[in-house]
């Protein structure tokens, strides 16, 4: 998942470079909720696994 975000978060910076806003704005957009589900996901991972 980690993985996938940084592959958008990548994205979105070449394509701002190359003057792309609009593919851009959506490849950041799907990082970012990305980045925040792999945090709730690794955060429910480290409660279970103290148990």
Known sequence: MLHYALVFLVIAIIAAI?????????????????????LILAVIAFFRRSR
């Open 18 to 38: 190359l003057g792309f806003g609009g593919i851009a704005g959506a490849a950041a957009g799907i990082a970012k909720i990305l980045f925040v589900i792999f």
